[in-house]
């Protein structure tokens, strides 16, 4: 049997959150690194495949490219709806990529009418007269106004995405969402009527998605952040269950790969510290005289790895980050770091690491790579937006691998992670 749904999400941490959510909801669900070939598409066994591509901030034309191409793909899975996920703070320019993604899949796949919704109340992100709230604020209120790549300072959607797309966008507010499944589909009929391609719908609750979800079954195509997730897999009779988030088990060693430098991640890294288990630093300034950094960690973790999870972090407090990058320059610490961090997770899997925990977006990209991971079953969650996952070893072996971005996770996350069922 084919798949039910097929997600494109257009970053890597934003691809594990809508998975997380569509298995709490009752999907089996793989994550795949990037489009695959063609000819894969008959092999994966799960009711909803997300693809995460880098689309978010490159140019329009490529991210339509690429999405096109995952498009293509999902479809000869036999993908029955396609679910386009962006952020949930719509993080986009009056260039795209939102608006110019959405269109190009709607023509592809013949769809007159979707609907944009990035809410995603459990993360405190609420859509109320086509106006997005980031917790008690308006988005443009918000840190979001500051961001360096896709400063948001319009929290009306409609018009944001408006400036985006040559189709009409619409409105879907509250007041209908409040109507039920029959008042959304009436609306979507008279909003089609009118010329709209495109409605902004309001949610301000769990609730508003779940009969959201529901009105939407039968479009080709929807777009969201990951909250709407929460009510589809309902469409297809699929309901909670443990079977959904199963992973094959595994056994091994454990250890924490970090490179985030966040201020949730610093915590972590002094919780860890603080309880006297074996961790190593990795200094960029080493790296970059010529010492085997990588190797020295690798030693250090083989002689701890029996007694529990063994850290491999270069975490470090922003004013000594900001020291570094003033020595080495940014990118160049970043990448000294990050190709450190790579080897070293290759290293501890090659020497019986089967329980990795990695800190950092960057980060987890460069050591998926590193593995050659290129298809993650999503499991449990662990905290909200981060699931433990699995993913198969060259050899057949089962690695169990959680993506940790920045500031996601409580203090104790490097220890509690390991305490999760995975
Ligand atoms: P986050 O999700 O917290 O942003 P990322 O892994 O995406 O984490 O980004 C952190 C960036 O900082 C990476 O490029 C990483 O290589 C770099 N970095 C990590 N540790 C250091 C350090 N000690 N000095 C300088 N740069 C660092």
Redesign the pocket.
Known sequence: MGIRLGCIADDFTGATDLGNNLVRAGMRVVQLIDVPPLGAAGQVDADAVVIALKSRTVPAADAVEASLRALAWLRSAGAEQIYFKYCSTFDSTPAGNIGPVTEALMDALGADFTIATPAFPDNGRTVFKGHLFVGDVLLSESGMRHHPLTPMTDPNLVSVLGAQTTRPVGLIDHVVVAGGVEAIRARIDELREEGFGIAIVDAVSNDDLLTLGAAVQGLRLVTAGSGLAIGLPANWGLTPSRAAEQLPPAGGYRAVVS????DA?NHQVQEFLRGGRPAFN???VRIAAGEDVAAQALTFAESHLAEGPVLVY???APD??RA??GRLG?AE???L??RT?ARVARGLVDRGVRRLVV??????GAVVQALGITELRIGPQIETGVPWCAAALPDGDTLHITLK???FGSPDFFTAAFEEAS
């Open positions: 490179g985030s430098v966040s991640t990795v200094d960029p270069s975490t470090e000594t980050v570094v990058q940014a610490a970043g990448e770091v990050e961090l800190a950092g977006g960057e980060t987890s971005s920045g500031n």
